[in-house]
């Protein structure tokens, strides 16, 4: 019996990618040991349809240059090559279906944990996952361990809360940044800062 490969998945709209998703995924990675973690850019995602959002060819190559000198990191084009929603559980289906020896850790921040139950299909997306959470800007840990508590409770799995540092850095802000031409240096990385000014996004 080979070892059980550990998996984080990172999935996101990376719209576009920035330095707090990257110090996420490392964060998990070194915290829980992972073997690796895949990045999942949502072609359709699921609650956020009234956003403006760049093309699934754009937000996957700054995902590609972000990640291009990391090997423990990939990304993967299975939910940008499906035409219909990007949900979540049907993700996890495929990924064990290819890889059954693989325990599967999503990666996610806590305005996403704190809607979890407003997915579609939470209870077979956590029979197939266990969740890794950081705080984000909300420096309430008492929230989040309550929240953790009802989760785990509910869904018979466990959560782990992330130790790593507040990054107060969003998608939402670098798009509002370059449309009112502020600076996105030290946001994103440079190879990402240069792709969004060569063409043209977010103006
Ligand atoms: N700075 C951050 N710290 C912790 N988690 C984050 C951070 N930025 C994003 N995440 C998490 O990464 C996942 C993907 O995020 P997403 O691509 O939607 O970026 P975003 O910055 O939240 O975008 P937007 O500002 O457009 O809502 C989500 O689970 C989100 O909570
Ligand atoms: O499966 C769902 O119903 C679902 C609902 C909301 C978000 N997600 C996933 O959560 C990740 C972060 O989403 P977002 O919208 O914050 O970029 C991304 O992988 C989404 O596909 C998934």
């Not at 990640?67 to 996890?92: A, M, Q």
């Not at 466990?158 to 939402?172: A, E, G, Q, R, Y």
Request: proline share 4%; net charge neutral.
């Amino acid at each position: 019996m080979h070892k059980k490969m550990k998996m984080g998945i990172m999935g996101g709209t990376f719209n576009p990618i920035h330095f707090g998703h990257l110090i996420l995924a490392e964060s998990a990675y070194e915290n829980l040991e992972l073997d690796s973690v895949v990045f999942i850019p949502a072609g359709i995602p699921p609650h956020k349809q009234e956003e403006e959002i760049v093309s699934k060819k754009d937000r996957l190559k700054m995902v590609d240059l972000a990640i291009d000198d990391n090997n423990h990191f990939e990304v993967s084009p299975i939910e940008l090559d499906k035409k219909s929603i990007s949900y979540s559980y049907e993700t996890l289906e495929v990924l064990k279906k290819e890889n059954n020896n693989t325990d599967y850790y999503f990666i996610i921040g806590s305005d996403s944990f704190y809607n979890i139950e407003k997915w579609k299909a939470p209870e077979i997306l956590l029979s197939m996952c266990k969740l890794v959470v950081a705080a984000r800007n909300d420096q309430n840990m008492d929230r989040l361990k309550q929240q953790k508590r009802v989760i785990e409770k509910k869904f018979k799995t466990s959560v782990h809360i992330l130790n790593m540092p507040t990054i107060d850095i969003s998608s939402s802000d670098i798009r509002d940044r370059v449309k009112y031409g502020k600076t996105i240096k030290y946001f994103v990385p440079k190879d990402v800062e240069n792709y969004i000014y060569m063409n043209d996004l977010y103006k």
